[in-house]
């Protein structure tokens, strides 16, 4: 049986995206989260989430019941680091997924049109875009949960999770809204 991994990206400091991370805990239940970056900040590029209040991210991002694997994502500063208590300062993080290596980054040093060497059937997990992508691109699978709290392109507000039939990519309210078979 293969481990589920929930996935959330780009939360940009809004409650409501945290929220949603903590109800997708609840009703998935997954052994592991995996973190792909701009956890606090919603960065001069964004407009600010109606629901932005970083410090209440902090705390719930802290008191989560599952220590996240998190990456640096362009948002991140050291002082995010400060006040998380998981590491996040990391470009990118390598985990094993059956037989073959999930690469995680935010997107924004490695991404799909910079991929790092990966084997066939192996799979590049990035955020940034906040545009949800399920697909294979020469023998690599290109998986993006989209953004819980800030999507683009008319995309809803999404998260993924890894299991037993592949990676997903829910809406904010738990609904399925793409699927890729791994």
Known sequence: ????????????????????????????????????????????????????????????????????????????????????????????????????????SHGHIYGPEKLPKLNENDIFLSGHTHIPVCEKKDGVYLLNPGSVSLPKNGHPCTYGLFDQTGFTVYTKDHTAYMHIHL
């Open 1 to 104: 049986m293969k481990t589920e991994m929930l996935v959330v990206s780009d939360i940009h400091g809004a409650l409501d995206g945290a929220i949603t991370l903590l109800d997708a805990i609840r009703i998935h239940q997954p052994d592991v989260l995996l973190c792909l970056g701009d956890i606090l900040y919603h960065g001069p590029r964004n407009d600010l989430p109606a629901s932005y209040a970083p410090k209440k991210v902090i705390e719930i991002m802290n008191g989560l019941p599952l220590r996240p694997i998190a990456v640096r994502g362009n948002c991140e500063a050291e002082v995010d680091q400060m006040v998380l208590n998981f590491p996040v300062t990391s470009d990118y993080n390598i985990v094993p997924y059956g037989d073959r290596l999930i690469f995680m």
